[in-house]
């Protein structure tokens, strides 16, 4: 797609159903974000991902949709420690998660692990710009290279990590400037964030774009306001489980079984 110049959407969702319905809607990448600590397990920061609990919900959303390209996030300390503690943690992502790339949050400093990964073949999405799992260093997430060294230290990263064998760039939370400067700067296809509208794919966290984020990020922009719908839902359910209209079929006994029951001596007392 990046070699016709034909844009592709991804979106980071949680679980075999909602990705089910994703690939049927066309969707051409899955990432199993690391955002999943917020929207799921309803932590403030995406650093208490457990780990455990990102291989599994990366399997589901291949289970969910196998014909789709699945991006893990490797979460916050899972390949900061050592090589090879980083080597085993992608290995179960790849094996037990089922994913087609690893996504690192990484900078230059990287590149040593990236090229390791990638020679013992892990296809790796470097994501650049903001680091959402640096935020407790940083104060909170901020918005990256709004000055031209920071401009130019978010293209170093790009470039020194795709000649180590990222095969994909994901860059968040930049100015448009960046991204010009990224994509022409990279050969492999650059995913955006809040990251203007150069990139050859576009990402958002499918909470945000159904409307179920109370405070969504400024650069996220809903396509229906599905968390009104859900309420909706669920006050109606309150109020069929109120007055006895619950709907569906019930369950009825085998023919002759009524009967029996009648004839009792339980029934006769």
Known sequence: ??????????????????????????????LAGDSAAQVILGHDRTIDMPIDFA???????????????VMADMPFMSYHTSVESAMQNAAKFMTQGCADVIKLEADETFAPLVDRMTRAGI?????????????SVTGGPMAAGRTVSQLEQVVRDAKVLEAAG??????EAVPQEVTK??????????????????????ILVVN????????PPRFAQAVDSFGLRLKAAGQLWVERVRDGSIGGQLYTMRDGE????????????
């Open 258 to 269: 009524q009967e029996k029951m009648q004839s009792t001596p339980h029934n006769n007392r």
């Open 55 to 69: 291989i599994e919900i990366t399997a589901a959303i291949k289970r969910g949709a196998p014909r789709t390209l």
């Open 166 to 171: 990222a095969v994909l760039i994901l860059v």
């Open 1 to 30: 797609m990046k070699r016709k110049g034909e844009p592709f959407a991804c979106l980071a969702c949680y679980d075999a159903t909602t990705a089910r319905w994703l690939e049927r809607a066309g969707v051409h990448v899955f």
């Open 181 to 202: 400067a990224v994509m022409q700067e990279v050969s492999v296809p650059v995913i955006g964030i809040g990251a203007g509208t150069a990139c050859d794919g576009q």
């Open 123 to 135: 296809p790796i999405c470097a994501h650049v710009g903001c680091k959402p799992q640096a935020s």
């Open 208 to 215: 945000d774009l159904l409307g179920l984020t109370d405070q």
